[in-house]
């Protein structure tokens, strides 16, 4: 996937503001999926010319990390918790259901781009368990029909 | 007087609806003009009674919960802005039996100020620690903590104020303090909630921690999964700044002390300090050997204090109100208190603080209720993920961190997952694997291969294959994870594992006999 134009002025414009700061690699990461929504690959030459980093040391150190992705998510990013205490309240069920109404696997976006659904390993909401994340937002005691409730408003508001 | 209303702001509070009520609370307030005055606290920590709302009255404070959007409308019928009866009003809030029966010290402010309000925090002992600490030399303020006898509360346990020596003994012209706010175990909240719900706590504590050791910058390393948090901190730097307790010339001394939020990306590996000082200076988060130690070799190189959240915002309340009065909480060498989290599958989940000491039967059923579900609890998993399961024999243990290891469990940040009479513990023990394999660095081949091998000897045990073969198997797998891995993700994945083995083989498919060592 190539870059537009105005993506390549906005990586090098956050290249250019994390060059005097220690450990720029990870604010600056940060920096560019949170404007662009991920981390292209073909960010890698401009952050490699401007840190004097081979291409290697940036695709090791983005795919390091969970949190980063190098291709576009879908409008709304569902997370489901996995971890210990979401398990003891029944969340494999709820993994399992919302696999089967988006009709997707974990790291899979919807067809109608709306929803990108992924694992993650505790929300520290492990109080209100079973617990998921829609966008930023963290819900809790989860069920069913609160999924229900989570894409039907996902499609509401898009 | 215009009537007080307190309604969280803490994420938990938030994820059943505390935003909600806020809202509906404002509208109802507005169409019945009524004038109140809404003050968005922290949360108490009685997450099964949240959304708590609470209403100032001349006795105390009068709490309600949980409220739903659709209690409101009755609510204001009943005067409850006022502490007037209602079917959800449970009393004075420091009656409620929950919270009457704790010690909180380090969590002494938690859901009763304002988080982002520093007059508040001020008035409620706030920066009290710093102050006496700012008069004293720096092996004095060491000497308080050491003495205090507090221990790392992230789950190592070792000496905070050892930790603290090393660093003030290791001459260098620059020294960090690094807070390890990657609170990655599953069942734990306690550091959300400090940085929720009391920043300036942490705050104050890591200010502390650089006057002790000679140190002026500050990185708190959040993990990407709060985000509520990272705006609350943010804020929170800001405000300490423009009040002059961080920056330059501290409270008009000669001290500086800058701190900044580094937001982390994911990876569970990063808990482990040596990984997090690797992230933190923009690398892949690849666990480093030890020796050196951060201590003398951190962050850049050079000597840094890395600390949990909580052993960092235990500090001011040491230098407030002294080593003795900390150390006198506790039982044996495990002083002070613990701030214990209960998650899972329980009917009353929150967060204790207590003196060491209290046993898990009685978290688990006086503070706990027994399961949400109403079936008996099979096992708990204490400290997160890489923490053993304690079956019920095991209730009746203490918890100290010596108590936990004589049991081969570990106490770890305090967590305590329940499980009810449904779980599959060789489910359960193959995702301790499985979840080795997904968060491993790969830096080391017994966690990194030996995590895959040990799902497949799981699948292998339970499908009936060369049982007592496979069995001696896992075994070995487990002693060579845990003699030789780097660090305590591969060496410590087998403790849910091999516990969940020699206590409920039944789960695996296998007599009791056969699985004995």
Known sequence: MTLTEIQIKKIEQHASNFQDTPGALLPLMHAIQDDLGYVPEGSYPIISKAYNLSIAEIHGFVTFYHHFRTHPAGKNVLQVCRAESCQAMGSEEIELYCKDTLGIDYHETTDDNLITLEPIYCLGNCACSPAVMINDNVIGRVSKKKIDDIIRMAKENS | ?517
């Open chain 2, 1 to 517: 007087m215009t009537p007080k209303i307190y309604i969280p702001i803490d994420s938990t509070a938030l994820s059943l609806g505390a935003e909600e009520v806020y809202r509906a609370i404002l509208l109802e307030s507005k169409n019945r003009d009524l004038e109140i005055e809404i003050i968005r606290n922290g949360s108490r920590g009685l997450f099964f009674l949240e959304p708590l709302v609470e209403v100032e009255t001349d006795k105390g404070r009068m709490a309600y919960g949980p409220v739903d959007i659709s209690d409101v409308p009755s609510l204001f019928d009943s005067e409850f802005f006022i502490g007037k009866p209602h079917e959800l009003c449970l009393g004075l809030t420091d009656e409620i039996d929950w919270l009457k029966k704790q010690e909180r010290l380090t969590f002494a402010r938690v859901g009763i100020t304002d988080p982002l309000n520093i007059k508040d925090y001020e008035k409620h002992d706030g920066f009290n620690g710093l102050k006496n600490a700012i008069k004293l030399e720096p092996q004095l303020i060491v000497k308080e903590v050491t003495d205090s006898g507090l221990r790392g509360r992230g789950g190592a346990a070792f000496p905070t104020g050892i930790k603290w020596q090393t660093v003030l003994d290791t001459p260098s012209e620059k020294k960090y303090i690094v807070c390890n706010a990657d609170e990655g175990d599953s069942g734990t909240y306690s550091d959300r909630m400090i940085m929720e719900d009391d920043p300036f706590v942490l705050i104050e504590g890591m200010i502390i921690a650089g006057l002790a050791v000679g140190a002026d910058m500050g990185y708190i390393y959040l993990r990407s999964e709060y985000p509520h948090a990272l705006v609350v901190l943010n804020k929170a730097i800001d405000i300490a700044k423009e009040n002059n307790y961080l920056g330059r010339n501290i409270l008009s001394t000669n001290h500086n002390f800058e701190l900044e939020v580094t937001r982390a990306a994911g990876a569970y590996i990063c808990g482990e300090e040596t990984s997090l000082l690797e992230s933190l200076e923009g690398k892949r988060g690849m666990v480093r050997y030890k020796p050196p130690l951060p201590a003398i070799e951190g962050l850049y190189g050079k000597p840094t204090v890395v600390n949990n959240v909580i052993s960092l915002a235990t500090v001011p309340i040491i230098m407030d109100k002294g080593a003795a009065y900390y150390s006198d909480f506790g039982m044996g060498r495990s002083k002070g208190t613990l701030p214990i989290q209960l998650a899972g599958n329980l009917k009353n989940t929150g967060l204790i603080e207590k003196a060491f000491g209290i046993t898990l039967r009685e978290l688990l059923y006086d503070f706990g209720g027994g399961s949400a579900t109403g079936k008996a609890i099979k096992a708990v998993q204490v400290g997160g993920p890489l923490g053993a399961f304690l079956p019920e024999a095991q209730f009746d243990t203490p918890l100290a961190y010596e108590k936990f290891s004589e049991v081969n469990a570990v106490l770890g940040h305090g967590g305590i997952v329940a499980f009810d009479t449904t779980a599959d513990m060789s489910k359960l023990a193959r995702y301790s694997f499985e979840f080795c394999a997904i968060e491993s660095c790969g830096k080391c081949t017994p966690c990194r291969i030996g995590s895959t091998r040990g799902m497949e000897v799981i699948d292998k045990i339970k499908s009936g294959k060369d049982q007592e073969k496979n069995i001696k198997l896992l075994r070995d797998l487990g002693d060579t994870m845990v003699d030789g891995s780097l660090c305590a993700m591969g060496g410590m994945t087998p403790f849910p594992v091999i516990s969940a083995l020699n206590f409920f083989p039944e789960d695996f498919g296998v007599d009791k006999k056969e699985t004995s060592a």
